[in-house]
């Protein structure tokens, strides 16, 4: 299944909606005016939804993220300037 973006002219809020209790899971996009977010929430938590925006998001990533690194920074800048740059590298994870 493809994800889905629906646009709405006003503002541009991302925000992510998830079935609760599905194995299979669907992420869908919406950009959603600011005034009917607190509808949508409301609509999405009747329903079973999980809404998350991208802050939301980035916020877990960062909890999650590893804490001791077994690199330098200037290793880590090496390898980000050679993907980046080269578009190779030897990234092993």
């Known amino acids: 299944m493809k994800t ?14 998830l079935k609760k ?3 299979g ?3 869908i996009y919406l950009n959603i005016p600011k005034a009917d977010l607190l509808f949508f929430t409301k609509l999405a938590e009747k329903m079973g939804w999980m809404v ?3 802050r939301d998001i980035l916020k ?3 909890v999650s993220r ?3 690194v077994d ?7 090496s390898e980000i300037r050679a993907v980046r740059y080269t578009g190779s590298g030897d990234i092993c994870l």
Do not use: C, F, W
Request: overall charge positive; cysteine-free.
């Open 4 to 17: 889905k973006e629906l646009k709405a002219r006003t503002d541009r809020r991302t925000v992510t909606a």
């Open 21 to 23: 209790g599905q194995t």
């Open 25 to 27: 899971m669907q992420d």
């Open 52 to 54: 998350e925006t991208k």
């Open 60 to 62: 877990k990533y960062i």
């Open 66 to 68: 590893p804490k001791n």
């Open 71 to 77: 690199m330098s920074e200037n290793e880590i800048l």
